[in-house]
């Protein structure tokens, strides 16, 4: 038993009670002895179920491996370079998938890249203030739109725009030759790379500007103070600065371009050849996973599927780790050689210049760069060219943002154009879907909605927000609070490869996973949500660890010294303080799982019907959206626009939420 | 009476809402070292930004007024012709990280079109000379900027001012986050730099003020108080109010 402890603090001086006037406040050795004990269970807590997490990341390696093994023992390296999927003689081979998601990558980052940087740098350096926090909202935005949506808008707007003009204008620009070809269905290669081009463009254009932001302004003046221009002080000043955050966002881009399943399984054409030309059709890694997954034969079928998706992992951690390796290097490397050192020794031997001189006076005819008259007369000259650069550099800019908004633009036009007029209905959220029909005289099409979609939606995100909210949190906390050690930095790596890694590669290991314990629940409401919850976690731990760890130090040391222990620090001082930062890490990661496809795809199946328990298959507003976007039925595509209307506003309700919880308490950014 | 270098008129800045400065009216007289002093908050940097036009790169900032340099408006000239007339050292020192100690001497000199090499090893010499710099990175003068040590790096920043020659160099309170010995270098300095370019220095420190300058001027609250040599203003100003700054009875 715990005996009733005075207070444990008072105001110093005070007296406390049962103490002399004028004595330090006393303690009970048994509270101290209480305190202990709970500050060693919470420690003890927090790495246990960071523990618990590399057990699972631990698992994530061995279903994977395990599940594949069949095929890697069989076809041997072989299978890196075979074309065949032939499912009659059992034979496969990840050839063509391989070539096209790397063609279909390498092309993306080409197109994305210099469009990014230039979002990134209009956003950071050059936006009037009134543009400047629309645009950059819109852009947040449009990155954090759903695969599933971009998908639809690029089977609706993009491949039509495709096949009538984009290809056969390019075709013919070519002479038809190699490696352009011929016009195609729309459904190809270079329709798939636009679509990659288009969602990876917010990432990176995002991070770089985070990065060209975190340099501090004081580096822009400082070059501004020498008489550059805006474009010469960002050049000077900010970009070399940056370029390590913006090495990370372009690899990080890559990383998403290479895992990015949805979008590209609907554009793609789904052909296992390897692509001849940019408007043949194709497949990638993922795309032929979520194609083949669900129906693979168990035996080695599944295992060579499996196998895709542990090559398709390989190459994505490898990214993730040359990444970090570049870093490291970038940050390592010194400016310069030596040659500066001995062809100055020669000019100072040449021009005579005494050394030694130090803040003494200078001979006012030594050769220098001349004197001021001959300053302005070169400044003149250059004037004229330094300022049309600057204006170029204001025009490029410039369209780099119309191009990077015009297809979410596009995207929510489209949305609300077919979708508008479903999502104001009541009923749309209620009702279940509606038969497929079209409109014609005499025929009076039934509405419908997507309540059991909805549903089933909410019911996984509050499994996966069961799982990965208390995980997250306490493995944020050991990570931020004790983990400041060996382990602690490695599981951390690891939670941001994880991040990186497809959510198709979590599906195909949560399927497997709940195959090997329950059989029956690998396709259903529990696995989806538990899928979701894995998708979320590394998001979350890493979210609160950053927010946690951005606690100043002199807080927590303030409230050390007034006798908290530490436990207690953490608990009031340092969530307390970075709340509203954890709950936007949280919000963000929920709104990436409300809109994932693969992983309830592939996990939770689909169902039609209202929720029929946590072990049977369950329906989604994404795999709604995608089970019907190339419905031949009016009313059931109209149906997918609204649910993609939906998604949509969850997303702008986060992520204006996000930023309001973030802004309301403090904005560094208003700091003069 | 020297010649006047720099004169402001009338001048107003805000920011945002907030009014920064109240119808200063000054004159920066030419070849002498001006202190700008007063109490934290008073407008002295502030000030001190509109001389080269730096106040305006501040988000929701603005000004009103007149500033002359040789009698010609700052207002309507190219800002970067400005800013190469009229260079300037921060606060904390600012060189460019990833930029060797030779290359950001020659960063401003690069971006006036200076290409040779001679040219520009003669600029980058007479530069570091100048700021008394040269004799300690002769060795390494290929090392980062960044690898110097605090005062060293603001040696190296008031060398690239000087590369490119301005007729007026600002210095926001360039002795503040260094050590004494490092100050002193930096005061010694600015005295030897007098001759060359007319310096104007923002110091929160009073015995700076009387060390390196001419003149100073004093700042309240956004509006200048008294402005008369150093001498007069420390030993008989006319202001109680600079009599009470000065003999530390606030501030």
Redesign the interface.
């Known amino acids: 038993m715990v005996p009733p402890s005075p207070p444990a603090r008072s105001a110093a001086g005070a007296p406390a009670p049962g103490g002399e006037e004028g004595a330090a406040p006393s303690v009970r050795p048994s509270r101290w002895a209480v305190l202990t004990w709970l500050g060693r269970v919470f420690h003890g807590l927090t790495l246990a179920v960071t523990i618990g997490v590399v057990g699972l990341v631990a698992a994530f390696a061995y279903f994977l491996f395990a599940g594949a093994w069949q095929s890697i023992a069989y076809f041997g390296l072989g299978f890196l370079t075979s074309d065949t999927w032939d499912g009659v003689h059992n034979i496969y081979g990840a050839g063509p998938a391989i070539a096209g998601t790397l063609i279909t990558s390498a092309l993306a980052l080409v197109i994305a890249v210099p469009i990014a940087l230039g979002v990134a740098i209009f956003l950071s350096e050059l936006a009037p ?1 009134f543009l400047r926090r629309p645009l950059i909202y819109v852009v947040d935005l449009s990155a954090a739109v759903p695969s599933v949506v971009y998908g639809f808008w690029a089977y609706i707007v993009l491949v039509p725009l495709m096949r009538m003009s984009i290809e056969p204008a390019l075709s013919s620009f070519a002479g038809g030759h190699s490696p352009i070809g011929q016009p195609g269905t729309g459904y190809d290669i270079f329709t798939a790379t636009i679509v990659l081009a288009v969602m990876i463009i917010p990432t990176i254009a995002a991070i770089s500007r985070e990065a060209l932001r975190a340099v501090p302004r ?12 805006r474009w ?1 002080s960002t050049r ?2 900010v970009l ?2 940056a ?1 390590s955050g913006i090495a990370a966002a372009v690899i990080l881009g890559l990383g998403r371009a290479l895992g990015e399943t949805i979008a590209v399984t609907m554009v793609i054409g789904n052909i296992y050849i390897l692509p001849g030309t940019l408007f043949s059709a194709g497949s990638t890694l993922a795309s032929w996973i979520v194609d083949n997954f669900t129906e693979a034969t168990p035996g080695i079928q599944r295992s060579a599927v499996i196998e895709l998706a542990v090559i398709l992992l390989a190459i994505t951690v490898a990214v993730n780790v040359i990444a970090r390796l570049l870093l490291r290097r970038m940050a390592e490397r ?8 001995r ?2 020794r020669t ?2 031997a040449h ?1 005579g ?1 005494a ?8 001979d006012p005819a ?4 001349g ?2 008259e001959a ?1 302005a007369s ?2 003149a ?3 004229r060219t ?1 300022q049309a650069v600057q204006w170029t550099f204001v025009v490029v800019a410039s369209l780099c943002v119309v191009a990077a908004i015009a297809p979410f633009a596009s995207v929510l036009y489209t949305a609300a154009q077919y979708g508008g007029s479903e999502v104001i209905r009541p009923s749309f959220y209620t009702a279940v879907a509606p038969l497929g029909c079209n409109p014609a005289p005499g025929v009076t099409c039934q509405a419908g909605g997507i309540g059991p979609y909805l549903q089933g939606s909410l019911i996984m995100l509050g499994l996966a927000a069961l799982i990965s909210v208390p995980v997250g949190l306490l493995g944020g906390i050991y990570l931020s609070e004790y983990g400041r050690n060996r382990f602690g930095r490695a599981v951390s790596f690891l939670a941001d490869v994880m991040t990186g890694v497809p959510t198709v590669i979590l599906a195909v290991f949560v399927f497997a996973l709940f195959l090997y314990f329950d059989h029956f629940a690998a396709l259903s409401a529990i696995s989806g949500g538990f899928a979701l919850g894995v998708l979320m976690l590394p998001i979350t731990i890493r979210s609160s660890e950053e927010a946690f760890r951005s606690v100043s130090p002199a807080l927590r040391e303030s409230a050390l010294a007034l006798g908290f222990p530490k436990h207690r620090v953490t608990v009031r001082i340092v969530l307390g303080s970075s709340r509203s930062a954890v709950v936007t890490g949280l919000l963000l990661a929920a709104s990436r799982a409300a809109g994932d496809t693969a992983t309830v795809l592939l996990c939770a199946g689909g169902s039609t019907l209202w929720f029929q328990g946590l072990n049977t298959p369950t329906g989604s507003i994404p795999v709604f959206i995608y089970d019907n976007f190339g419905s031949n039925y009016a009313n059931l595509q109209a149906a997918a626009w609204g649910a993609a209307l939906v998604l949509l506003a969850i997303m702008l309700a986060i992520g204006l939420g996000a930023r309001l919880a973030v802004r309301s308490k403090y904005d560094p950014t208003q700091a ?1 | 009476m020297p010649q006047v270098k720099m004169e402001t008129k009338g001048l107003n800045a805000w920011y945002g809402r907030r009014q920064a400065l109240f119808d200063v009216s000054l004159d920066v007289p030419d070849g002498e070292v001006t202190a700008i002093i007063g109490p934290s908050g008073c407008g002295k940097t502030t000030f001190l930004r509109c001389l080269n036009r730096m106040h305006e790169e501040t988000p929701g900032a603005r000004t009103e007024g007149t500033i002359l340099l040789d009698g010609e408006n700052l207002g309507r000239q190219n800002v970067v012709q400005v800013r190469c007339r009229v260079g300037m050292v921060f606060q904390k020192p600012t060189p460019f990280p990833h930029m060797s100690i030779y290359d950001n001497v020659a960063a401003g000199l690069r971006l006036l079109g200076v290409r040779g090499r001679g040219e520009l090893d003669r600029g980058v010499v007479e530069a570091l000379q100048l700021a008394g710099l040269w004799d300690e990175v002769e060795e390494n003068i290929d090392a980062a900027g960044t690898s110097l040590s605090g005062g060293q790096q603001q040696r190296l920043c008031i060398a690239r001012a000087l590369a490119v020659r301005p007729e007026v160099l600002l210095m926001d309170e360039p002795c503040s986050s260094l050590d004494p010995i490092a100050t002193d270098k930096i005061e010694k300095l600015v005295q030897g730099l007098k001759r060359r370019v007319t310096i104007v220095i923002v110091t929160h420190n009073l015995a700076q003020a009387t060390r390196v300058s001419d003149a100073t001027a004093f700042f309240y609250l956004g509006k200048l108080v008294e402005v008369g040599s150093t001498h007069q203003m420390f030993e008989s100003p006319r202001e109680k109010l600079t009599e009470n700054y000065v003999t530390g009875r606030f501030g």
Do not use: C, K, M
Request: glycine share 16%; charged share 20%.
């Open positions: 203030a004081i580096q822009r003046e400082a070059a501004l103070g020498l008489g550059a221009t010469e000077l000043g070399r600065s370029r010194e400016a310069g050689g030596s040659s500066t050192r062809r100055l000019t100072h021009t210049l050394s030694g001189t130090g803040t003494g006076p200078v030594a050769p220098g760069v004197n001021r300053v070169r400044f000259a250059r004037l330094r003069v």
